[in-house]
Nanobody
Framework: QVQLVESGGGLVQAGGSLRLSCTAS????????MGWYRQAPGKQRDLVAS???????NYADSVKGRFTISRDNARNTVYLQMNSLKPDDAAVYYC???????????????WGQGTQVTVSS
C-alpha cells in the first residue's frame, strides 16, 4: 500500500520560510516523479513544483525564485523549501507521486493527506 505523509506545515508571518517534507512508503520512490500541489478554499488544486525521477524541476510562475523542490531518494522524501512567503501562498499543500511510462503519460498516481500552510500578513 502506497502512503505519502506530509509534514512541515504551520503558521508563518509574511516574508518567513517553511520547509515541507513528504515521505513515501510502499513504492519505488526513486523511479517516480514527485510534485507539490496546493489548494486554497474555493479554488482548484494547482501544481506548485515538480521534480522528475531524473531530478529535473518545474515551478509555477508564482513561486519561481522563492520555492525550491528537492528529493532525497535514500530517504524516500521530497522537500519543498518555501521562502519569502506571501499571504497568497496560504493553502493546503499536497504531495503527489506518479510514474511516467512515457512522455506525458502517467500511471499509479497517489496523494498525501495534505498539510496546512497559513501565512499572516
Amino acid at each position: 500500500q502506497v502512503q505519502l505523509v506530509e509534514s512541515g506545515g504551520g503558521l508563518v508571518q509574511a516574508g518567513g520560510s517553511l520547509r515541507l517534507s513528504c515521505t513515501a512508503s510502499g513504492t519505488r520512490f526513486s523511479i517516480n516523479d514527485m510534485g507539490w500541489y496546493r489548494q486554497a478554499p474555493g479554488k482548484q488544486r494547482d501544481l506548485v513544483a515538480s521534480i522528475t525521477s531524473g531530478g529535473n524541476t518545474n515551478y509555477a510562475d508564482s513561486v519561481k525564485g522563492r520555492f525550491t523542490i528537492s528529493r532525497d531518494n535514500a530517504r524516500n522524501t521530497v522537500y519543498l523549501q518555501m521562502n519569502s512567503l506571501k499571504p497568497d501562498d496560504a493553502a493546503v499543500y499536497y504531495c503527489n507521486s506518479k510514474y511516467r511510462t512515457r512522455p506525458g503519460i502517467y500511471i499509479n498516481s497517489y496523494w498525501g493527506q495534505g498539510t496546512q500552510v497559513t501565512v499572516s500578513s
